[in-house]
């Protein structure tokens, strides 16, 4: 269990992927959403979110899927800022049968 008193546990979700803003909610969005958005823009995104939150250190970074391919960029691109991983049911590097999905 986690103890809110000693962690905090922040969930943000992949652009264009779930519930966020992509370009296959409405069509006002199709023109407004970029052509392409990659793991490392989200990641950028994300670590400016972490920032402004006063979040320096992530002490495990948990990601399932594609929230594990976002967590093996999480190692490379700040690996100072990632204590400990658990990517779960990821591939370091998309196949190119998942793009199709992607």
Wanted: charged fraction near 20%.
């Amino acid at each position: 269990t986690f103890d809110p008193e000693q962690v905090r546990v922040i969930v943000i979700n992949h652009f264009g992927n779930g519930e966020s803003f992509s370009p296959s909610h409405e069509d006002t969005h199709k023109k407004r959403f970029p052509s392409a958005v990659r793991y490392p823009d989200n990641i950028r995104a994300q670590k400016l979110a972490l920032d402004a939150l006063g979040v320096s250190q992530i002490d495990l970074l948990y990601g399932f899927s594609m929230g594990a391919m976002q967590a093996f960029h999480w190692g490379a691109m700040f690996p100072t800022s990632v204590k400990r991983m658990a990517a779960v049911c990821g591939s370091a590097r998309t196949g190119n049968t998942n793009k199709i999905f992607l």
